[in-house]
């Protein structure tokens, strides 16, 4: 395990369709973080984990959006009824409890048609 | 959200010659600061981090200056190499265990 992995790399959807992201974190990291990046902008923080415990959510994580970390160790993204808006690099990163220096995946970037 | 920003949305550098990245925050209360690096197609890599209590970190050919009365940081790297050429963002810890992220900059290293 030499990183934080992340599937798809890519994916393209129609609108209107549902999607679901899988990461992988690196595995002795009880943290892990769920962010979003538009093209030209610096990451958004959409959600965070301690072990299989969701702690934060951000305003942008919709009605839409879930995630889940059930077993503590991988985590889901799922984006239903996908809008052209959510078209960005939805980036995972995990981090041991008590750093704060993350580690990045990198990315599934999401395309909405 | 909190407000982080980067004066130079691109950087172009002489190989070689040092670079210097800087960065504007907005929130007194931030402790912690992280830079880093991302190349295209990859997610961001932490470079080098510091803390309110310094002023200045150093690590392998980067450091980090942070100056708390103008809320401003920079991350100088030295020798600059065309593997540099990258995006940099600064990140601010915010509310809980988010961090606040700048827009970037862009540095071009020239051969």
């Known amino acids: 395990d030499t990183g934080v992995s992340q599937d798809p790399r890519h994916k393209i959807t129609k609108r209107g369709q549902n999607v679901t992201f899988r990461c992988d974190p690196i595995?002795?990291?009880?943290?892990l973080y769920w962010y979003r990046q538009t093209l030209g902008q610096g990451p958004e923080f959409l959600t965070y984990?301690?072990?299989?415990?969701?702690?934060?959510k951000s305003r942008l994580l919709s009605d839409r959006f879930s995630a889940e970390r059930p077993k503590g160790s991988f985590s889901t993204l799922e984006i239903q009824r996908t809008e052209q808006g959510d078209s960005a690099m939805y980036l995972c990163?995990?981090?041991?409890?008590?750093?704060?220096?993350?580690?990045f995946g990198s990315g599934t970037r999401l395309t909405v048609v | 959200g909190e407000s982080v920003g980067l004066h130079l949305p691109t950087l172009s550098v002489q190989e070689g010659d040092n670079s210097i990245i800087n960065c504007a925050y907005s929130?007194?209360?931030?402790?912690?600061f992280i830079w880093y690096k991302q190349e295209s197609g990859k997610g961001p890599q932490f470079i080098i981090d510091?803390?309110?209590?310094?002023d200045k970190r150093q690590g392998q050919r980067v450091t980090v200056l942070l100056n708390k009365t103008v809320k401003h940081l920079s991350l100088q790297i030295a020798a600059t190499q065309p593997g540099d050429s990258a995006v940099y963002f600064c990140?601010?810890?915010?509310?809980?265990?988010?961090?606040?992220f700048g827009t970037g900059t862009s540095l071009t290293v020239i051969p």
């Open positions: 990163a995990s981090s041991p409890t008590g750093e704060y220096g993350y580690t």
């Open positions: 595995s002795e990291h009880n943290r």
């Open positions: 984990f301690q072990n299989e415990a969701q702690l934060e």
């Open positions: 929130n007194s209360a931030s402790d912690y």
């Open positions: 510091i803390r309110s209590n310094m």
């Open positions: 990140a601010e810890n915010g509310i809980g265990n988010q961090f606040y």
